[in-house]
Every structure is written in structure tokens, then in C-alpha cells.
């Protein structure tokens, strides 16, 4: 059997204060294969965005094993985790954090940029990824100037252009209504088709039922897994 | 990378114009200002270096006197440099340059010009190969053919001749005497101590001081300091060992000198400008000032692009997460805020080199230079180079370091760690106004000291009085007196050999009764008629003046400082000895300031001349045109071939502070300016603060807080800032302005209440600036600035 895409066992992270110390993540295990489609469910401050950031490089864990493509990546220093997340992962969130200076080619090509890709290609496969997410009409257009919806799609044509193995969605649908959150969770379904793996945190049961698996999280923890059918 | 990285600068620098503005505003005005100061320093330190072998020449200067009456001169006597050239091995040549005074007017053809005190020299035939001065034609082995020789600069050939040659034209001095033009000198360059518009031949001036008259010989006369000279020296020869010998020589050849007399020291060219003969600040102290508030205000400039930066740092704490989430690394984070920075800094320099440009005429009338801004020249180029380098490191590193450092997750969730920076910003904003504060000291004792100059009781009257020179007037000066004196607005009249406010010169060649062996006594002598005295109000401490009987001729007046230096008791009657002449010392005229407040009041002696060269004419506010009217009658009869010009004393007076006038109004405008830019950083630091603490300011208002309690608070910890800034930059500033007052040998009090002024003014400029801003949070509607939330 191939090997999984994530594997992170007895995982733990800790928020301290000056007098309390909250445990987000509590021994947490769990697998990812390539190409699944993961859905992370749970009530506020159970911990799913902790496990999303620490899947996405962007915090670290306090103890425990994160082994992503055959590597051990929770011991990685800022540097090796930045070069790793940014040419593996891609991120879309709930408030779609699209660079207001930028306009909306400019935000899709910034990863194509920091990767060292030479500009005539940058040019190509923003063009590519803008086609598919149908948004080519409004390349020149700046953020503000778009819908909700639009942004999203903007974000994700992001987080796609570098062809990531990984997207990692936190709530992608939770500040849009429900039509354009249709079309987002159609368009992730179709990423995940095309081959690539999609973790995505959600509140919306709905949205859940787009992925292969749901993982319940209460309090750091593990409480249940569904797979879907 | 790079056009991404300006592409996002520019677009950060037109979104946000507010900060833009401000930030744009207090580097434009900030890099101008500092490179102006800079270019005046550059001017100040750049004073005869231009010559190639300026590290090898020295001047002469004396030490003369002992104990209080102990001053160094600047001139020396002429034997000095021949005898060094013959008998010193070190001395490679020596040059001779004595101002003359022969003559005021030259003729040519029907030209009748002008030349002012001062601008004509004796200089020897070396003068043209010891320095870098450019003899355009002539020769420069033998400059002067012959005595009746002269060398104009370009500008005065082309002031008497026009476009035709000089060479060979004769010019008539005082419409006289005919001098033939043998050379024509590259105009002295603006930063050389040495200048002028003729150069006569040294061998003139031999032949003037033949020995047969009152003076002794030239190259004999060891009792008068009047040359400047000049030494070149073998780089390896040791310049006190030059000094000392030279010292040597002179016992050696004036008999019953003692060594008090006269000490030679060696003072370098390149230093000849900003330091006196003696060793203390002619200049250097207002370069090494200015140099410190060209850096101050900077550092100001600077400080407020990094506190708006960092402050604003938690807007772009979003942007900066997003990008390094998508993959930027923190060096290419920096590198896009470095740009920012070099982006904001290029816009400003344009502007500011826009703003030097504006100012320059009238930079250079305010400073009394002539400064030229142009960015051909690589001196420029030196200034901005430093200016712009120390700036932008000093601006860009701090912010792009901080702003690269957010980590990502916390920064988008808003978690700044924004107490770290905030300690860092306020201990700027402390460093920004303990500067201005330090200026605003600086400006109030610079100032104080001038009017305190001006107050100061002089010891003499030089109110609406006139002088100018008698010329062919002194043969009948007794009946021009006798008529003028009739008329009202004539308050009164004298002649002498130099005014009250300066002296001409002084000299050590005297004696008296009782006079110690090893003391020597520097004095400043005037020639005076009887009503001198009279004309300025100087006051008799003992004995009386000068009545006009022949036996003045045989008298003596001293001041009170001459009659304490020289130990003399009860000196009325006593002999005193002035140059060969013997005479009785018949009054003590109390001390007055007959030279700048920077000097203590000198050792000085009044002969009696019936008619000396100066005539002085006494008259009122009111009264002095008419009285110029009434002089100019006669000066018409008796000089028609001199254009009648007369000089105020009062002019005269404030001329001689001219300097200080010039650096007073410098420093007030720098601090002014550097008091405008604190400012500007911190409006936007109030602006920001009101803008991050809308919603708490929201909910105060909705729980019943007042305007003014609104007002108050966001008041209150910039005022402590400034209250703390007020108690580190007082006693610096004291301590510094202190010791500029030490220049000054008459100086105004320092009192506390110079530094509560600047304090208070600091508080209520600082509270004017912030209060804008926190009257305006307090009467927004917290409705509104709630339900933003």
C-alpha cells in the first residue's frame, strides 16, 4: 500500500498564558492519503485550526510526529518549512486574505514569483488557472473591486498556481452565501479529482459532505471519523 | 522580483497618502536642510586646502606677553621670514603678505574706482609659486619688473580695462601715483583666508619703512607685528624646532628682548580659518555644532519614517502573512520593505533637491556665503552620498526587520506582539524631542547672548557718529572744523588714527618706569586729537585729556587694563616709552570695548596728534543726512578725485558680528525646522493612536467619557514622552551652550528659566500637534466607530 500523504501521531500542542495553559491539541493521530478529500469538524476551540496550521507549516507542534511525504517535518526549523510549504501547500481561508495593492492577476502570480518561475511562464499558467476559475475577465480588477464570491475564486486560483500536492482550506465558504459557496466547494471537488489532496475545516455539515471523510475533533482530540459514501 | 516588489511600494505609498505625505514631508524637508548645513560645513572645513603643498605651509603667529596680557598674534615682524630663510634649515621658502592701506581709489583713463580697505596687498615675489593662486599672464619668477608694478585679479582687470588686455596699462593709485600692470591673477577662490583685488610688490613696502623716518627699517624693525607670514617647511622638519629658532633668531637680533616678547609658533595653513592664531575656535565650534544639528535633524527625519512605519506595521501585519503563507521568505519580505524605504527616500530627494535649488540665494544671504548646490559637482555628490547612506540604513533596516519578523499565523489573526515595538517607538519619540528641546535651548542662549552683545554698556558713545577719511582735508582741517562746528546739526568733531570700536593693530616695543625685566606689554596705540575723548564719552578715571598745548606731543593716555598689566602705581606723571618715544603719562581712561566681546579688554595708549588720518563727526538720528551734506562740501573741495564715502560707527559695530548675526539666525531656523519635523511624526503617531483606539475611545464615550477626559488620555502619554525628553536634553544642552558662552570672554547668565521656556514650549508645540487629532477621536460619533467593529 502506498505510503499516506500526512501521518502525524501523538501530536500536542499547548497555548500558554501567564496562569492558564489550554491543550489545543491533545495526543492526536490521524492519516491523509494522496488524493483524498478530508473534512475537520468540531466546535470552536476544539482545535482545528491549531491541526490546520501545524499541517500547513505554519506553527509547529509542542510534542509528537508530523511526517509529510516520508519526511519528519515537526523538528523543521522556519526556513526548511517555508521552502517545503511552498512548493507542496496551498491555502485558502475564510476571509480569502487576498493583498489589497495587488490586483487580481498580481495576487495569483505572487507564489509563481517567490518560486523563482521566469516571467513568460508566470504569465502562461496565471492565465491557465484564471481560465479555469473563470475569472480571466477581471485580471486587471483590485480585490475590493470584486464580489465575495470572486475573491474566493481569486484565492483559490492562488493557492492552485503553483499546482500544490496539498490545499488546506480553512472555512472557504463561511463569509459567502450559499450559491457562490456551491460553486467554491464544486470547484475544490473538481481540484480534488484533477489529484490533488484537500484538507478543509468546516462548520457546515453541507459543505462536509463535498469530502471522502470527516473527522470530528472535541477538545484536541479525535471523537469520531465518518467516511463517506 | 524587483519591478513586483516597486509595482507594491507604489502602489503602498499612493494608497496610503495621509502617511505618505507626512513621511515624504519630513524627509524632503529633513535631507534638505541636512544637506544644506552639510554643504556649509563642507564650505567651512574646505578653507586653502586647495593648495598642492598646503600640508607643508604654516604661518607665523606670536605669542607676546606674559601672564593676563598674554595674547597670540597673528602678524609678526618682517624680519622673520628673511632671517628664517637664511638661518633656518627646515624652511624651504617664506612669504610675505602685508595688507596696504596706501590707497583707497586707482584711476584709469577716465575710470575712477573704488577700492576698499583690505583688498590690496604687499606680498613677496614667492607669493605666486608657494600657492596654488593661478597668475593667468605675467610671469611668475619675476611677478613685479619692477616697485611701480601691480597684479590684478580677472575680475578687477575687467572692472578697469574691460575686454581689453591689462598687461601694460597703468593704473593711477589715489589718481597719483602710476602702477603698470605686469600680471593677472585667477580670482581668489571664495574658501581661501587669503584674498584681494591688487598685489603689490614687498620691495614697496621696503622702500616705504627705509629706517629714516618714525618706523626703523623693515627687515630691522623687530617691534612690529604686522606681516603675515608664511613658511613652507620640509615635510620632515620639525615644525617647533622652526618655531623655537626662529624665536632664537629674534632675541639674538633685538637687544634687550626677552623671550615673553615674543614666541614664535607655527599654526598650518589649512588650519588658518577656523582656528585663531592662539589655538581656540575661530569657526571650528559653530562646524562642529552645525555638523551636530545637520545629524540631529536627520536623525529627527529619520526617527519619524520609522515610527510611522513600525506604527503602521500592524496594518501590514495581513499583507505580510499572506505573502510569506504563499511562500515569501523572510529575506525577500526585507528586501520588498527596503525597497519601500529607497522608493520613499528617492521621491524625497528629488523634492528636496527640488527644495535646495528654491533656497539656495537665500540660504546663501542668511549665511553670508556664496554656496553653489550643483550636482555636477562631486563635493555635492560627497554630501549627499553620506546624507542618503546614513539615512536610509538608519530608516530601513529597523522596519524591514520588524515587519519581516511577524509570524505569519499570529500576524493574520491580528496578535502582533505590538508591546515590544511600542517601548521602541516611544523611546524614539523621547530621542526626537529631547533633540528639538536641545535646539530650542541652543536657539534661546545663542540668541540671549546676541542682544546681551548688543545691550552691553560699550564704555564709549558711538551713536550717530560717521567717519571717514580726511585725506587732503587733514592741511586744513582746523578752519573746516572751526565752520562746521557752527552748524546745529553738528554735534561735534574729531579726528584719530583708528575708531573706538576697533583697533589697528598693537604693538610691544615700550617701556616705563619700574617696568619688571620679564614683563611685556602688548598694547594697542591711537593717535587722537584733543576732542576724542570728548566726542565718544570716554571716562577719566585720573588725571585728564589732551588740550591741544604743544606739550601733548610729550603725552601720554593709558587705559586702566594698560596701567594694571604694566604694574604701574599712581601712573600719572610717570614716563612711558612708545616705540623711540618718551613721554608722561598725563591720564588713565577707563576700560572700554574697543574690540569684539569675544576679547577681554586689551592693554591701550592715546597719543596726540593735532589732526589724525579719521575724521569723526558727531551728529543726530535726525540731523545726519544734512550733516553728510555739510561734510560733503568740502570733501568736494579738497578730494574731488575720491568718491566721498563715509561709514556709521554703529554700521561698523554690528558688522564686526556679522558671523554670529549670520550663525543666530542659522541655528533658529534649523531648530525651528527641527521642532516642524518632530512634529509632523508625531501628528502621525497621534493619528495612528486615535485611529487603532476607535473602539476603545467608542466605548468610553457610550460609558459616559467627556471630550475633554478623551482628550486627556490620548494626550497623556505623548506629554509624558516629552516631559521625559525635556529632563535628558536639558542639562546636555546646558552644558554644551555653556561652553560655547566660554568663547566669549563678556557672556549673558545662563538662568533656569531659559529651560523652563524651551520646556514649556516644546509641551504646548507638542499639545497643539496631538490635541488636534484627540479632540477630533473624541467628537466622532461612537456609534459609528462601534459598529465598524
Same mark, same amino acid.
Request: with cysteine; charged share 20%; aromatic share 10%.
Given at each position: 500500500m502506498e505510503a499516506p500523504m500526512i501521518k502525524i501521531s501523538n501530536l500536542e500542542k499547548f497555548y500558554r498564558t501567564e496562569e492558564v495553559e489550554t491543550i489545543a491539541l491533545n495526543k492526536l493521530s490521524m492519516e491523509v492519503a494522496t488524493g483524498e478529500f478530508v473534512a475537520i469538524m468540531g466546535p470552536s476551540g476544539c482545535g482545528k485550526s491549531t491541526l490546520l496550521n501545524i499541517l500547513g507549516m505554519l506553527d509547529d507542534p509542542d510534542a509528537g510526529s508530523y511526517i509529510f511525504n516520508d519526511i519528519e517535518v515537526a523538528r523543521f526549523n522556519e526556513r526548511k518549512r517555508a521552502d517545503l510549504r511552498k512548493h507542496n501547500i496551498g491555502f485558502v481561508f475564510q476571509s480569502f486574505n487576498l493583498i489589497d495593492e495587488l490586483t487580481v492577476f498580481e495576487n495569483v502570480e505572487l507564489p509563481l514569483i517567490y518560486t523563482g518561475v521566469a516571467a513568460s511562464e508566470r504569465v502562461k499558467r496565471v492565465e491557465e488557472v484564471?481560465?479555469?476559475?473563470?475569472?480571466?475577465?477581471?485580471?486587471?480588477?483590485?480585490?475590493?473591486?470584486?464580489?465575495?464570491?470572486?475573491?474566493?475564486?481569486?484565492?483559490?486560483?492562488? #493557492?492552485?498556481?503553483?499546482?500544490?500536492?496539498? *490545499?488546506?482550506?480553512?472555512?472557504?465558504?463561511?463569509?459567502?452565501?450559499?450559491?457562490?459557496?456551491?460553486?467554491?466547494?464544486?470547484?475544490?471537488?473538481?481540484?480534488?479529482?484533477?489529484?490533488?489532496?484537500? *484538507?478543509?475545516?468546516?462548520?457546515?455539515?453541507?459543505? #462536509?459532505?463535498?469530502?471522502?471523510? *470527516?473527522?470530528?475533533?472535541?477538545?484536541?482530540q479525535t471523537v469520531m471519523e465518518n467516511i463517506m459514501v | 522580483m524587483l519591478k513586483n516588489y516597486l509595482k507594491t511600494a507604489w502602489r503602498n505609498l499612493i494608497n496610503t497618502k495621509f502617511y505618505s505625505a507626512l513621511n515624504i514631508v519630513g524627509l524632503t524637508i529633513g535631507l534638505a536642510v541636512g544637506m544644506l548645513i552639510l554643504i556649509w560645513v563642507q564650505d567651512e572645513l574646505s578653507y586653502d586646502r586647495f593648495h598642492t603643498k598646503a600640508d607643508q605651509i604654516y604661518k607665523v603667529n606670536a605669542s607676546i606677553g606674559t601672564g593676563a596680557s598674554r595674547l597670540v598674534w597673528g602678524g609678526v615682524p618682517a624680519p622673520v621670514a628673511a632671517f628664517g630663510l637664511k638661518e633656518v634649515p627646515g624652511i624651504v621658502t617664506a612669504v610675505r603678505v602685508v595688507t596696504s592701506y596706501s590707497y583707497s581709489v586707482f584711476r584709469y583713463q577716465e575710470k575712477l574706482l573704488k577700492e576698499d580697505y583690505g583688498k590690496l596687498s604687499f606680498v613677496d615675489d614667492a607669493f605666486f609659486t608657494l600657492f596654488d593662486f593661478k597668475l593667468l599672464k605675467g610671469n611668475v619668477k619675476t611677478p613685479f619688473p619692477n616697485d611701480q608694478s601691480v597684479i590684478i585679479t580677472e575680475s578687477a582687470a575687467k572692472k578697469y580695462f574691460g575686454d581689453q588686455d591689462p598687461m601694460g596699462k597703468t593704473i593711477l593709485g589715489d589718481s597719483k601715483d602710476p602702477y603698470t600692470v605686469s600680471g593677472?591673477?585667477?580670482?581668489?577662490?571664495?574658501?581661501?583666508?587669503?584674498?584681494?583685488?591688487?598685489?603689490?610688490?614687498?620691495?614697496?613696502k621696503r622702500k616705504e619703512y627705509d629706517g629714516k623716518g618714525y618706523w626703523k627699517a623693515m627687515d630691522a624693525d623687530w617691534g612690529n607685528y604686522y606681516t603675515t607670514t608664511f613658511l613652507q617647511v620640509r615635510p620632515d622638519a620639525?615644525?617647533? =624646532?622652526?618655531?623655537?629658532?626662529?624665536?632664537?633668531?629674534?632675541?639674538?637680533?633685538?637687544?634687550?628682548?626677552?623671550?615673553?616678547? $615674543?614666541?614664535?609658533?607655527?599654526?598650518?595653513?589649512?588650519?588658518?580659518?577656523?582656528?585663531?592664531?592662539?589655538?581656540?575656535?575661530? $569657526?571650528?565650534?559653530? !562646524?562642529?555644532?552645525?555638523?551636530?544639528?545637520?545629524?540631529?535633524?536627520?536623525?529627527?527625519?529619520?526617527?519619524?519614517?520609522? /515610527?510611522?512605519?513600525?506604527?503602521?506595521?500592524?496594518?501590514?501585519?495581513? +499583507?505580510?502573512?499572506?505573502?510569506?503563507?504563499? $511562500?515569501? +521568505?523572510?529575506?525577500? &519580505?526585507?528586501?520588498?520593505?527596503?525597497?519601500?524605504?529607497?522608493?520613499? @527616500?528617492?521621491?524625497?530627494?528629488?523634492?528636496?533637491?527640488?527644495?535646495?535649488?528654491?533656497?539656495?540665494? !537665500?540660504?546663501?544671504?542668511?549665511?553670508?556665503?556664496?554656496?553653489?548646490?550643483?550636482?555636477?559637482?562631486?563635493?555635492?555628490?560627497?554630501?549627499?552620498?553620506?546624507?542618503?547612506?546614513?539615512?536610509?540604513?538608519?530608516?530601513?533596516?529597523?522596519?524591514?526587520? &520588524?515587519?519581516?519578523? @511577524?509570524?505569519?499565523?499570529?500576524?493574520?489573526?491580528?496578535?502582533?506582539?505590538?508591546? $515590544?515595538?511600542?517601548?521602541?517607538?516611544?523611546?524614539?519619540?523621547?530621542?526626537?524631542?529631547?533633540?528639538?528641546?536641545?535646539?530650542?535651548?541652543?536657539?534661546?542662549?545663542?540668541?540671549?547672548?546676541?542682544?546681551?552683545?548688543?545691550?552691553?554698556?560699550?564704555?564709549?558713545?558711538? +551713536?550717530?557718529?560717521?567717519?571717514?577719511?580726511?585725506?587732503?582735508?587733514?592741511?586744513?582741517?582746523?578752519?573746516?572744523?572751526? +565752520?562746521? !562746528?557752527?552748524h546745529p546739526e553738528i554735534k561735534g568733531l574729531s579726528t584719530g588714527s583708528s575708531s573706538v570700536i576697533t583697533s589697528n593693530g598693537s604693538t610691544s616695543d615700550t617701556d616705563w618706569d619700574g617696568k619688571a625685566s620679564d614683563v611685556s606689554l602688548l598694547i594697542n596705540p591711537y593717535d587722537i586729537d584733543k576732542d576724542f575723548m570728548g566726542l565718544f564719552k570716554l571716562k577719566f578715571v585720573a588725571g585728564t585729556g589732551f588740550t591741544g598745548i604743544k606739550s601733548d606731543t610729550?603725552?601720554?593716555?593709558?587705559?586702566?587694563?594698560?596701567?594694571?598689566?604694566?604694574?604701574?602705581?599712581?601712573?600719572?606723571?610717570?614716563?612711558?616709552?612708545?616705540?623711540?618715544?618718551?613721554?608722561?603719562?598725563?591720564? !588713565?581712561?577707563?576700560?572700554?570695548?574697543?574690540?569684539?566681546?569675544?576679547?577681554?579688554? =586689551?592693554? =591701550?595708549?592715546?597719543?596726540?596728534?593735532?589732526?589724525?588720518?579719521?575724521?569723526?563727526?558727531?551728529?543726530?538720528?535726525?540731523?545726519?543726512?544734512?550733516?553728510?551734506? &555739510?561734510?560733503?562740501?568740502?570733501?568736494?573741495?579738497? /578730494?574731488?578725485?575720491?568718491?566721498?564715502?563715509?561709514?556709521?560707527?554703529?554700521?561698523?559695530? /554690528?558688522?564686526?558680528?556679522?558671523?554670529?548675526?549670520?550663525?543666530?539666525?542659522? @541655528? /533658529?531656523?534649523?531648530?525651528?525646522?527641527?521642532?516642524?519635523i518632530s512634529c509632523l511624526g508625531l501628528f502621525g503617531l497621534a493619528t495612528y493612536t486615535a485611529q487603532i483606539k476607535v473602539k476603545e475611545i467608542g466605548i468610553r464615550k457610550v460609558l459616559g467619557a467627556s471630550v475633554a477626559n478623551i482628550t486627556a488620555m490620548l494626550s497623556r502619554d505623548f506629554l509624558v514622552l516629552v516631559l521625559i525628553a525635556i529632563a535628558i536634553a536639558s542639562p546636555i544642552a546646558w552644558y554644551a551652550m555653556n561652553k560655547w558662552l566660554m568663547d566669549y570672554a563678556y557672556r549673558t547668565e545662563l538662568h533656569w528659566w531659559l529651560v523652563a521656556v524651551a520646556g514649556a514650549v516644546a509641551v504646548v508645540i507638542a499639545f497643539a500637534t496631538i490635541s488636534f487629532q484627540a479632540v477630533k477621536a473624541a467628537l466622532a460619533n461612537p456609534v459609528k466607530s462601534l459598529r465598524s467593529e
Amino acid at each position: 500500500m502506498e505510503a499516506p500523504m500526512i501521518k502525524i501521531s501523538n501530536l500536542e500542542k499547548f497555548y500558554r498564558t501567564e496562569e492558564v495553559e489550554t491543550i489545543a491539541l491533545n495526543k492526536l493521530s490521524m492519516e491523509v492519503a494522496t488524493g483524498e478529500f478530508v473534512a475537520i469538524m468540531g466546535p470552536s476551540g476544539c482545535g482545528k485550526s491549531t491541526l490546520l496550521n501545524i499541517l500547513g507549516m505554519l506553527d509547529d507542534p509542542d510534542a509528537g510526529s508530523y511526517i509529510f511525504n516520508d519526511i519528519e517535518v515537526a523538528r523543521f526549523n522556519e526556513r526548511k518549512r517555508a521552502d517545503l510549504r511552498k512548493h507542496n501547500i496551498g491555502f485558502v481561508f475564510q476571509s480569502f486574505n487576498l493583498i489589497d495593492e495587488l490586483t487580481v492577476f498580481e495576487n495569483v502570480e505572487l507564489p509563481l514569483i517567490y518560486t523563482g518561475v521566469a516571467a513568460s511562464e508566470r504569465v502562461k499558467r496565471v492565465e491557465e488557472v484564471l481560465d479555469k476559475m473563470q475569472i480571466m475577465h477581471r485580471r486587471n480588477h483590485y480585490p475590493q473591486q470584486l464580489s465575495g464570491g470572486q475573491q474566493q475564486r481569486v484565492a483559490i486560483a492562488r #493557492a492552485v498556481v503553483n499546482k500544490p500536492k496539498l *490545499i488546506l482550506a480553512d472555512e472557504p465558504t463561511g463569509n459567502l452565501d450559499s450559491s457562490n459557496g456551491n460553486d467554491v466547494m464544486e470547484l475544490l471537488t473538481d481540484l480534488n479529482e484533477q489529484g490533488t489532496t484537500i *484538507i478543509m475545516v468546516t462548520h457546515s455539515e453541507h459543505d #462536509a459532505r463535498y469530502s471522502h471523510r *470527516i473527522i470530528r475533533l472535541l477538545d484536541g482530540q479525535t471523537v469520531m471519523e465518518n467516511i463517506m459514501v | 522580483m524587483l519591478k513586483n516588489y516597486l509595482k507594491t511600494a507604489w502602489r503602498n505609498l499612493i494608497n496610503t497618502k495621509f502617511y505618505s505625505a507626512l513621511n515624504i514631508v519630513g524627509l524632503t524637508i529633513g535631507l534638505a536642510v541636512g544637506m544644506l548645513i552639510l554643504i556649509w560645513v563642507q564650505d567651512e572645513l574646505s578653507y586653502d586646502r586647495f593648495h598642492t603643498k598646503a600640508d607643508q605651509i604654516y604661518k607665523v603667529n606670536a605669542s607676546i606677553g606674559t601672564g593676563a596680557s598674554r595674547l597670540v598674534w597673528g602678524g609678526v615682524p618682517a624680519p622673520v621670514a628673511a632671517f628664517g630663510l637664511k638661518e633656518v634649515p627646515g624652511i624651504v621658502t617664506a612669504v610675505r603678505v602685508v595688507t596696504s592701506y596706501s590707497y583707497s581709489v586707482f584711476r584709469y583713463q577716465e575710470k575712477l574706482l573704488k577700492e576698499d580697505y583690505g583688498k590690496l596687498s604687499f606680498v613677496d615675489d614667492a607669493f605666486f609659486t608657494l600657492f596654488d593662486f593661478k597668475l593667468l599672464k605675467g610671469n611668475v619668477k619675476t611677478p613685479f619688473p619692477n616697485d611701480q608694478s601691480v597684479i590684478i585679479t580677472e575680475s578687477a582687470a575687467k572692472k578697469y580695462f574691460g575686454d581689453q588686455d591689462p598687461m601694460g596699462k597703468t593704473i593711477l593709485g589715489d589718481s597719483k601715483d602710476p602702477y603698470t600692470v605686469s600680471g593677472v591673477l585667477a580670482d581668489f577662490p571664495a574658501n581661501s583666508s587669503i584674498a584681494g583685488d591688487m598685489l603689490f610688490s614687498m620691495n614697496l613696502k621696503r622702500k616705504e619703512y627705509d629706517g629714516k623716518g618714525y618706523w626703523k627699517a623693515m627687515d630691522a624693525d623687530w617691534g612690529n607685528y604686522y606681516t603675515t607670514t608664511f613658511l613652507q617647511v620640509r615635510p620632515d622638519a620639525s615644525t617647533k =624646532a622652526i618655531a623655537a629658532k626662529l624665536t632664537e633668531i629674534h632675541m639674538k637680533n633685538q637687544p634687550g628682548i626677552k623671550p615673553t616678547d $615674543g614666541v614664535f609658533q607655527l599654526q598650518p595653513l589649512k588650519e588658518m580659518h577656523l582656528y585663531n592664531p592662539d589655538g581656540s575656535s575661530a $569657526g571650528i565650534q559653530i !562646524v562642529k555644532i552645525f555638523s551636530i544639528v545637520a545629524v540631529l535633524i536627520l536623525l529627527i527625519a529619520c526617527i519619524n519614517y520609522i /515610527n510611522l512605519s513600525t506604527a503602521r506595521s500592524m496594518l501590514r501585519s495581513k +499583507e505580510v502573512s499572506v505573502r510569506k503563507i504563499i $511562500g515569501a +521568505e523572510r529575506s525577500q &519580505l526585507f528586501m520588498q520593505f527596503i525597497i519601500e524605504t529607497v522608493l520613499c @527616500f528617492v521621491v524625497a530627494l528629488l523634492l528636496a533637491f527640488g527644495l535646495i535649488y528654491a533656497v539656495m540665494p !537665500v540660504y546663501n544671504t542668511i549665511s553670508g556665503k556664496q554656496m553653489h548646490f550643483d550636482l555636477f559637482n562631486a563635493n555635492v555628490w560627497q554630501v549627499i552620498a553620506l546624507t542618503i547612506i546614513a539615512t536610509l540604513v538608519a530608516s530601513s533596516i529597523y522596519p524591514a526587520l &520588524l515587519l519581516s519578523s @511577524f509570524k505569519p499565523i499570529n500576524a493574520l489573526k491580528g496578535k502582533i506582539s505590538g508591546a $515590544g515595538n511600542a517601548t521602541f517607538r516611544k523611546i524614539l519619540v523621547v530621542c526626537q524631542f529631547a533633540f528639538s528641546v536641545g535646539l530650542i535651548i541652543g536657539t534661546l542662549i545663542i540668541n540671549r547672548q546676541l542682544s546681551y552683545i548688543h545691550s552691553i554698556q560699550l564704555g564709549y558713545d558711538k +551713536e550717530h557718529v560717521f567717519a571717514l577719511p580726511l585725506r587732503a582735508m587733514q592741511d586744513h582741517y582746523e578752519a573746516i572744523r572751526a +565752520e562746521l !562746528v557752527t552748524h546745529p546739526e553738528i554735534k561735534g568733531l574729531s579726528t584719530g588714527s583708528s575708531s573706538v570700536i576697533t583697533s589697528n593693530g598693537s604693538t610691544s616695543d615700550t617701556d616705563w618706569d619700574g617696568k619688571a625685566s620679564d614683563v611685556s606689554l602688548l598694547i594697542n596705540p591711537y593717535d587722537i586729537d584733543k576732542d576724542f575723548m570728548g566726542l565718544f564719552k570716554l571716562k577719566f578715571v585720573a588725571g585728564t585729556g589732551f588740550t591741544g598745548i604743544k606739550s601733548d606731543t610729550a603725552h601720554y593716555i593709558l587705559n586702566e587694563t594698560a596701567v594694571r598689566l604694566a604694574g604701574i602705581k599712581n601712573p600719572i606723571g610717570k614716563r612711558f616709552k612708545l616705540h623711540d618715544l618718551n613721554g608722561t603719562i598725563i591720564g !588713565v581712561v577707563k576700560d572700554f570695548h574697543f574690540a569684539s566681546l569675544k576679547e577681554t579688554i =586689551a592693554p =591701550a595708549i592715546f597719543s596726540y596728534r593735532p589732526t589724525a588720518w579719521q575724521l569723526y563727526v558727531k551728529t543726530t538720528g535726525k540731523d545726519a543726512p544734512a550733516a553728510i551734506k &555739510l561734510v560733503e562740501k568740502y570733501w568736494k573741495q579738497y /578730494n574731488a578725485n575720491f568718491p566721498y564715502e563715509y561709514t556709521f560707527l554703529d554700521d561698523a559695530y /554690528n558688522d564686526m558680528y556679522k558671523t554670529e548675526q549670520h550663525t543666530a539666525t542659522l @541655528f /533658529n531656523i534649523f531648530a525651528g525646522i527641527a521642532v516642524f519635523i518632530s512634529c509632523l511624526g508625531l501628528f502621525g503617531l497621534a493619528t495612528y493612536t486615535a485611529q487603532i483606539k476607535v473602539k476603545e475611545i467608542g466605548i468610553r464615550k457610550v460609558l459616559g467619557a467627556s471630550v475633554a477626559n478623551i482628550t486627556a488620555m490620548l494626550s497623556r502619554d505623548f506629554l509624558v514622552l516629552v516631559l521625559i525628553a525635556i529632563a535628558i536634553a536639558s542639562p546636555i544642552a546646558w552644558y554644551a551652550m555653556n561652553k560655547w558662552l566660554m568663547d566669549y570672554a563678556y557672556r549673558t547668565e545662563l538662568h533656569w528659566w531659559l529651560v523652563a521656556v524651551a520646556g514649556a514650549v516644546a509641551v504646548v508645540i507638542a499639545f497643539a500637534t496631538i490635541s488636534f487629532q484627540a479632540v477630533k477621536a473624541a467628537l466622532a460619533n461612537p456609534v459609528k466607530s462601534l459598529r465598524s467593529e
